[in-house]
């Protein structure tokens, strides 16, 4: 069974400055898929980023770039210029894909990192 | 483009009561649904999932049941709820095509069981 490991219960930023999430996993496959979500005070769930197994190229979207080190199983989240409106848990979450055609595409999240931007 | 609903959006049961939480997404066809729970100060833990009408595959043994009898929308129920059922309870879905394995959040419902 794979497990997702998030170090850091909590952390806080000062407002445009850049802070990094860390998230390991374990795992025996070799492709798969890795997600960071973003849950803030509403509690809906917000995808930030995703990533494949298969590419070497870390994923960026925007303001948010991740760390990518499969060798070290390793998946962190890199925030730049961190906003106010970036306070939220963030959840790191593994997917292995299902090769049966009817599998479940399960999502096995990390507990979560409470991110606090402070102004 | 797609949106998911859920509802409600807070519920507060007595124990021994009956559930039922709905789901429903628009906008696709065939989608892969998700109920997952998140208890308090905890990450997510998956519960039912489904990849067609009346396909139901349950993750973890509770009093809980899900049921999907429509292609868009999922029910999560319950006969007799337990205090230990309070939570969070967010659905979610994917499109089944290949390579799509981003799965989208509904806005949840908080259940408390007193």
């Known amino acids: 069974a794979q497990t997702v490991t998030q170090s850091q219960p909590e952390m806080s930023v000062q407002e445009a400055e850049t802070v990094t999430l860390s998230c390991t996993y374990d795992t025996s496959e070799s492709n798969y898929y890795l997600f960071w979500y973003k849950q803030p005070p509403s509690r809906q769930m917000i995808l930030v980023i995703r990533?494949?197994?298969?590419?070497?190229q870390n994923a960026t979207e925007n303001r948010f770039s991740v760390n990518f080190q499969k060798a070290a199983k390793s998946f962190s989240l890199k925030i730049s210029d961190s906003q106010l409106g970036d306070t939220a848990m963030y959840f790191c979450?593994?997917?292995?894909?299902?090769?049966?055609?009817?599998?479940?595409?399960?999502?096995?999240f990390g507990k979560g990192t409470k991110l606090s931007v402070i102004p | 483009s797609q949106t998911i609903h859920q509802w409600p959006a807070t519920l507060v049961q007595p124990v021994g009561s009956p559930l039922s939480l709905e789901c429903t997404v628009e906008?696709?066809?065939?989608?892969?649904l998700y109920w997952y729970r998140q208890a308090a100060g905890r990450g997510l833990q998956l519960l039912f999932y489904?990849?067609?009408?009346?396909?139901i595959s349950s993750e973890v043994p509770q009093n809980l049941s899900a049921s999907r009898p429509q292609d868009r929308q999922f029910i999560l129920s319950s006969k007799k709820l337990l205090l230990s059922d309070s939570g969070f309870y967010l659905c979610a879905w994917r499109t089944p095509l290949a390579y799509q394995e981003t799965q989208y959040f509904g806005p949840g419902t908080r259940l408390l069981v007193l």
């Open positions: 990533q494949e197994a298969y590419k070497q």
């Open positions: 906008g696709t066809s065939n989608p892969n």
């Open positions: 979450a593994f997917m292995k894909p299902s090769y049966s055609g009817a599998g479940s595409y399960q999502l096995t």
């Open positions: 489904s990849v067609g009408i009346g396909q």
